[in-house]
């Protein structure tokens, strides 16, 4: 028995939130092994007061690398307060967000470069990459208009940009699946919300026979 490393990735809106809602408790009763939930930005304490400057729609002037390192930092500490710790313990750590965010938002959103923010990240994960990421795949105007939607008056610093930069995040992450065809599986995030729960379950339990085994 091992640990596992999960990360879930898409643009705005893509549903990654609310689909883990439900998937955790439907993974969790196939396994007898501990799910660990967590996010990017944030969790853990240090990560997530990151967190907060890095969304804070008044830090309209941060530097587009500084946001970059921001969030590599944010990924650092994450990954030593909590995504080792749980992997040591043989439990499965599902990430909503994780490295893929950053080199679409930051290297192809921002227009830093992939290949310079893969670069610092390859700092911050020193090599610990997910052993598997579940793509939601939701157009920019799809996500956005889910976004709007939901919180059109609270969104943060990144959804607030303008549909070209949201653009490049989409092209960003197409292109980062077409790199990483081995660890990323992609779903269609545009359908209803139970559809997506189950294809995400579907990937999964598919990856990892001997682990999500229960009641089989
Ligand atoms: N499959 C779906 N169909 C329609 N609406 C959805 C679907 N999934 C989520 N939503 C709605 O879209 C909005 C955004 O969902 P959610 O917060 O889960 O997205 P997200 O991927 O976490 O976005 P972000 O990364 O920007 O936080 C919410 O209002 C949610 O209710
Ligand atoms: C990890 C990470 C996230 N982002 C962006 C993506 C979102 O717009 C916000 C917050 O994420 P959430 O899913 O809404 O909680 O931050 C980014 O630009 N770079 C990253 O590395």
New binding site residues.
């Given amino acids: 028995m091992s640990g596992i490393f999960i990360s879930f990735e898409?643009p705005?809106?893509?549903?990654?939130?609310?689909?883990l809602k439900t998937l955790m408790p439907l993974l969790q009763a196939k396994t007898d092994q501990e799910i660990v939930l967590s996010r990017e930005p944030g969790g853990s304490p240090i990560s997530e007061k990151i967190r907060k400057i890095i969304l804070d729609i008044h830090d309209e002037e941060m530097d587009s690398r500084t946001e970059a390192l921001l969030y590599a930092a944010a990924r650092r500490q994450h990954l030593i307060d909590v995504i080792l710790p749980t992997l040591k313990e043989d439990k499965i750590m599902l990430s909503?967000?994780f490295v893929d965010s950053s080199i679409a938002y930051q290297g192809g959103g921002r227009e830093i470069g992939m290949s310079e923010v893969a670069e610092i990240n390859d700092f911050a994960i020193d090599g610990h990459l997910p052993d598997l990421t579940i793509y939601?795949d939701v157009s920019p105007e799809v996500g956005l208009s889910?976004?709007r939607?939901?919180h059109e008056g609270a969104m943060d610093r990144l959804?607030k940009e303008a549909i070209s930069f949201h653009n490049r995040v989409y092209d960003s992450y197409m292109q980062i699946v077409k790199d990483n065809p081995d660890r990323i599986k992609t779903i269609d995030?545009e359908?209803?919300?139970e559809k997506?729960v189950s294809d995400a379950l579907n990937v999964i339990t598919k990856q990892f026979p001997n682990i999500f085994n229960k009641g089989e």
């Fill in positions: 898409g705005d809106g893509a549903g990654k939130t609310t689909a909503d967000r939601f889910r976004i939607k939901d959804e995030a359908q209803a919300p997506v």
